[in-house]
Every structure is written in C-alpha cells, then in structure tokens.
C-alpha cells in the first residue's frame, strides 16, 4: 500500500514555472518507477515523464526539454520542474507510483489525488 501525496500546483502565466513534488508512504517493500500523469478536461490522461530506480527517465516528446524530473530513492519523493508553460498544458496533475507489496511482492501502481495546474495565456 502507497499513499501519494502531491504538492507545488497553482495559477502561473504563460512561459512561467512551477515545481511539483509527491511523497510516497505507506507499506512496500520498494518503488520501482515514479512520475507524472496529467489529465485536462476532455483529454485521456497522459504520460509527462517518469523515472526508474536505477535513474533512467522517459518524457514525452511535448515537454522534452523543458521539463526535468528528479527522484529520491532514500526519500521516496520525486519532483517535476515544469518551465516555459503552456496554456494548453492546463491539467490535474498525477503522481504515479510502481511498487512491490511488502507482503507478496506483486506489483501494482498508485495515485496520488493530483495537483491542478493552471497555465495563464
């Protein structure tokens, strides 16, 4: 069982930033990818990028470049540095978690509640 609990969203201007986090908790017995879903009205949800224990990281073409994601392993936190945004980047965004169950070691993924963000034109 992992709880996610994600942080850093709001209303910024057109080209601003914003930084969101998420911190893991609960009982696992390890993590092995964490990233970023968003999901704007009218859309499916989408991948924005994540990364893996050993580090490795995937972003989506759109936001190749201008975003940066960085995890915690010891910490069990991972952060989304959001630059140059876009209105039509306007979504709920969602921390995602692959975890091991402590117990019977299946895997499974976990959602935080999502952080709204809110791009200004």
């Known amino acids: 069982q992992v709880h996610l609990v994600e942080s850093g969203g709001g209303l910024v201007q057109a080209g601003g930033s914003l930084r969101l986090s998420c911190a893991a908790s609960?009982?696992?017995?390890?993590?092995?990818?964490m990233g970023w879903y968003r999901q704007a009205p009218g859309k499916q949800r989408e991948l924005v990028a994540n990364v893996d224990s050993g580090g490795r990281t995937k972003y989506v073409d759109f936001v190749k470049g201008r975003f940066g994601i960085s995890r915690d392993n010891a910490k069990n936190t991972v952060s989304l540095q959001m630059n140059s945004l876009k209105p039509e980047e306007t979504a709920r965004y969602y921390c995602n978690a692959v975890a091991l169950d402590a117990t019977i070691r299946f895997e499974y993924d976990s959602w935080g509640q999502g952080t709204q963000v809110t791009v200004a034109s």
């Open positions: 609960g009982k696992f017995f390890s993590i092995s990818r």
